[in-house]
């Protein structure tokens, strides 16, 4: 049995959730305290003391995205990651672009938002980061013109987006994207 440590409010393990939906895998969660609810020295399975780390059998692995890739090969899902080298380079170009131009700009934005104001700065990079992100994507409300994981990952780490003060209708791309990823029965049921 696959055994998840998460977090119910981490985004990154949210993306692995919604992956596991998907793909109707049977696992179990083993719930870890994030943040301040972690005992100090507490860093559990992961080195940073992060979630989600899978637990496959005694193989640990950490790092969402890799968690993602891992799933799709181990349930041999070439639709959500193909094998092909140009289908897979697609869904992996855009996990990329998600993971260093997009979510090293979101996470100053939320830090803002937490504390009560977006500073001015922060805003604009993220912006400048959605208006590159969102013409990299297929306008269909996927990342690469079919579901993949690619759209686990990005719709998993921006499930909150609509709650910071950002105009998501700037970008007409993702903005679908996240609206049709969110409501599709999996990604509520990854939620929970
Ligand atoms: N690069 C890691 C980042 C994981 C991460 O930042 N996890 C957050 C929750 S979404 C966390 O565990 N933060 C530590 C904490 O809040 O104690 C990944 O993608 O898995």
């Known amino acids: 049995m696959l055994r998840l440590y998460d977090a119910p409010l981490s985004t ?20 870890t305290p994030m943040g301040s609810q972690r005992a100090p020295g507490d860093t559990g399975l992961s080195p940073f ?3 989600p780390v899978l637990d496959d059998d005694g193989f640990v692995l950490t790092e969402s995205n890799t968690i993602l890739r891992y799933l799709a090969d181990r349930e041999g899902r070439d639709d959500l990651y193909p094998r092909d080298p140009r289908g ?10 998600f993971v260093f131009s997009v979510r ?8 803002g938002h937490r504390a009560g104001a977006v500073p001015p700065a922060a805003a604009a990079a993220l912006a400048d980061a959605l208006e590159g992100f969102d013409r990299l994507l297929a306008g269909n409300g996927t990342a690469t013109g079919a579901f993949s994981i690619a759209d686990c990952c990005i ?14 209708a700037r970008w ?12 599709r029965a999996t990604f509520q049921a990854a939620l929970r």
């Open 172 to 183: 007409p791309r993702l903005d679908r994207l996240i609206t049709e990823m969110t409501g």
């Open 12 to 31: 990154n393990a949210i993306k692995v959730r919604f992956l596991l939906a998907e793909m109707g895998v049977a696992w179990q969660r083993v719930p």
């Open 88 to 97: 897979r380079a697609r869904v992996d170009e855009r996990m990329d672009a």
């Open 104 to 111: 090293s700009a979101l996470s100053p934005v939320e830090q």
């Open 155 to 168: 719709a998993g780490r921006m499930a909150f987006v609509r709650e910071l003060p950002v105009d998501l």
């Open 49 to 51: 003391g992060f979630v």
